[in-house]
């Protein structure tokens, strides 16, 4: 751009358009001073804006964050305490089941020797039972025996008895024959005679006499042989001892009730919301 020429009449008007043209240029510089001040101002603004929100997000982090340790040491603490219950729970558990198998093992170990106490003994009883009827076979059999025998006794006493009246009357008849083949007549042949049978009536009396006395003598042996065998048969019967019956057992122990646990599963229901 090129000035006119000045000259003396167009010198005040030229100072004044100098002067009007540095006045705008003084005041376009003025304004762009200030426009610049404003964007300073502006993007100072913007900048402390900025970081009033990074500080106020990295409050909000840290909250949460701060939050999330909290939650986290919680859900430790309550499986630690869950997992520390449960293991509590896990050896009560297992304490009583120990019990209760060495409750169950000994109940079955006295059941055991109880059942083997009561055989034992029934074996015993029964041969006592069996040792009793063959003792009372033998005293009943000695005592039949022993009765067998007096009764042979006795059978051999009258059989003698027999014998011996038969010989009293064949020797009777036999004196009274020699007297009568005597000759002899009167009183005296009479006297002969009975007296002859009053000592066949004596001898035979005698005969009888020794054959009660047998019988008499076989029935006390006969009754003591009888006493003695039923005495043996009571001591033997004596030594049978009890019938044991059946045993008395002990109920076996009922199942133990274990103590519930805690489930591990522990849902994680944190938000950052």
């Not at 009561?118 to 039949?144: D, I, P, W």
């Not at 042996?221 to 004596?238: I, P």
Request: aromatic share 4%.
């Amino acid at each position: 751009m090129c000035l006119p020429a000045v000259t003396a009449a167009t010198l005040p008007a030229y100072t004044l358009a100098v002067a009007a043209v540095g006045t705008a240029a003084s005041i376009g510089m003025g304004i762009a001073s200030a426009r610049q001040q404003a964007a300073q101002a502006q993007v100072q603004l913007d900048f402390q804006a900025q970081q009033a929100r990074n500080q106020q997000k990295l409050a909000v982090e840290q909250a949460e964050l701060q939050q999330r340790q909290q939650y986290d040491a919680l859900l430790l603490q309550q499986k630690q305490s869950t997992q520390a219950y449960n293991l509590q729970v896990q050896q009560s558990n297992t304490q009583i089941a120990n019990q209760y198998q060495q409750q169950l093992q000994a109940v079955r170990n006295e059941r055991v020797a109880l059942l083997a106490k009561n055989t034992a003994q029934r074996n015993e009883f029964q041969k006592g039972k069996e040792s009793a009827v063959a003792q009372n076979r033998l005293n009943n059999e000695a005592a039949n025996r022993a009765y067998v025998g007096q009764q042979n006794k006795l059978e051999e006493a009258r059989k003698k008895a027999a014998f011996a009246q038969q010989a009293l009357l064949a020797k009777s008849i036999g004196a009274k024959g020699s007297i009568l083949a005597s000759g002899r007549t009167g009183q005296s042949v009479g006297l002969l005679v009975k007296d002859v049978e009053r000592q066949q009536g004596l001898a035979t009396a005698q005969e009888l006499a020794s054959i009660d006395s047998a019988r008499n003598a076989a029935i006390i042996s006969m009754e003591g042989d009888y006493l003695k065998a039923q005495s043996a048969n009571n001591v033997a019967q004596s030594q049978v001892g009890f019938d044991p019956g059946n045993p008395l057992l002990p109920d076996l122990p009922q199942r133990p009730r274990f103590i519930e646990g805690i489930g591990l599963q522990i849902n994680d229901n944190f938000s950052y919301a």
